[in-house]
């Protein structure tokens, strides 16, 4: 039976560390003052002055980056009502003619009217009734442009209403999500910046007392979405910053997940983006033909820098080499990665189905003592498998009834890894050893399990109970 191999890809999740308690002594303070210490210190302190001054270098590029985003409309010195009245009905009048309109003419109008209405605004900025009507023309705008593809447009459609409208974090995150979607890095820190004012907007609106109450939701899915577009423009600090502030915005338990699917991606090798987007899209290439992926991933490894991240890639690569019908390599690869990271389940696992199915292959080509050796390799393994592949031995080695009942007890040890026909057939398999060996008392006990295994198999059945 040969065992399907399943792709470990990296999900994104957060890696948590508990702080330990600090090892240090001082003559005249007790262990819970120290302790105190060192707890202010951790909060008061940067851990990474370099990290952080990089850090706040970057913000403050954000916050121009923001304002040169985010112009402040034109308003008049002197307040006009009357011209501003004229150009309100004037735009009203335009959009009555909007709904008969063609699709070509009704732009236009859309146009025009938004003209208008905004010379409105600059004639009387307090009209909230004219800067309502100016939102929705621009809105209205900004989605035909967005579903004609004209997506430069899009953008100065939306600049304009934000420009009118400062004060909206829901308008900042329409032109977000507009930069957001030309998916460059210039457009991307762009979003993230505009992610981060509509973010600090929403939070002063309820400390300058406009709402009274944090939109939890609004806030998380601003950070989560700056800290993404920072990752698309590979600024891992700048991301990673972003999701810590979501993080004080989660809510539910699959906010929770994604925050620490994210950390785990952002965290991928250091904050190597470039190389995880590059791991990403050879994952992807392998689901489709694992033989495209072989030579990225050889290359990739020379790029990744840290242990944990080249196993992985490592790991991916054996996978894709099996997959491939380069199976010796896979597997010697495996032992390698068996070898340096035995703790790590997966690895063992994958190694178990490498060495399992091998057996299995050569056992057919007629290369039983190939066959053995793999099999005894799976069975040192502390994986599902391994039970199975002792089981395997022991059966082969019928002939040395001293081996095949050491590797049947093997199996035996660590039968909750079997399925409940295998167990079955390994006790009647031990009671047939011991009855070869003319032990005839253990025997009869493996017998006695057997016959009240298959007593449970009748009665699951719904059979009648043989006496």
């Not at 994104?12 to 240090?24: F, G, L, N």
């Not at 929403?202 to 920072?230: K, M, N, P």
Request: glycine share 4%.
């Amino acid at each position: 039976m040969l065992f399907i191999l399943a792709s470990a890809c990296s999900t994104r999740q957060i890696i948590t560390e508990v702080p330990s308690t600090p090892k240090i002594e001082l003559s005249g303070v007790d262990s819970l003052r120290i302790v105190i210490a060192h707890q202010l210190v951790e909060e008061s302190f940067a851990k990474d002055v370099v990290k952080a001054a990089q850090l706040a270098k970057e913000a403050q590029e954000l916050t121009v980056l923001a304002d040169q985003l985010l112009q402040p409309a034109l308003i008049s010195s002197d307040r006009d009502t009357v011209h501003a009245l004229e150009s309100f009905h004037a735009g009203a009048e335009i959009l009555q003619k909007f709904s008969e309109a063609d699709s070509v003419q009704a732009l236009e109008l859309l146009q025009e009217a938004a003209k208008k209405f905004e010379e409105a605004l600059v004639g009387d900025a307090f009209d909230d009734q004219t800067r309502e009507w100016l939102a929705r023309v621009y809105e209205t705008l900004a989605d035909r442009f967005r579903q004609s593809g004209a997506h430069t447009q899009q953008r100065q459609v939306l600049e304009r209403l934000v420009m009118w409208n400062q004060d909206r974090h829901d308008y900042i995150a329409l032109l977000a999500t507009a930069h957001e979607d030309q998916q460059d890095s210039s457009s991307s820190m762009a979003a993230g910046a505009l992610w981060g004012r509509a973010a600090q907007i929403a939070l002063d609106d309820v400390d300058l007392g406009h709402t009274e109450a944090y939109d939890s939701t609004a806030l998380f899915i601003y950070y989560v979405r700056a800290s993404r577009a920072f990752g698309m423009a590979d600024r891992s600090i700048l991301a990673m910053e972003s999701l810590q502030q979501a993080k004080k915005w989660q809510r539910t338990e699959s906010d929770q997940d994604l925050i620490q699917a994210d950390s785990i991606w952002l965290a991928w090798d250091h904050g190597n983006l470039p190389a995880r987007k590059r791991f990403d899209d050879l994952l992807n290439k392998a689901s489709l033909n694992p033989s495209n992926a072989v030579e990225g991933l050889t290359d990739l490894l020379e790029d990744v820098l840290s242990i944990e991240s080249q196993s992985e890639v490592k790991h991916q690569l054996a996978l894709v080499k099996y997959a491939s019908g380069e199976e010796n390599q896979a597997v010697e690869l495996m032992r390698q990665l068996y070898v340096e990271a035995p703790d790590q389940q997966k690895f063992t696992d994958d190694y178990a189905i490498m060495t399992y199915n091998l057996s299995q292959k050569l056992r057919h080509q007629g290369n039983l003592e190939g066959a053995l050796a793999y099999l005894l390799q799976c069975a040192s393994l502390d994986a599902q498998l391994s039970a199975r592949a002792a089981f395997d031995v022991a059966l082969l080695l019928r002939n040395n009834l001293d081996a095949a009942i050491t590797y049947a007890h093997m199996a035996e040890k660590h039968r909750d890894r079997l399925d409940h026909q295998e167990h079955t057939a390994l006790i009647q398999y031990l009671a047939e050893l011991y009855r070869r060996a003319g032990d005839r008392q253990r025997a009869r006990d493996y017998l006695n399990q057997f016959n009240d295994l298959k007593v449970g198999d009748s009665m699951d059945r719904g059979c009648p109970k043989i006496s």
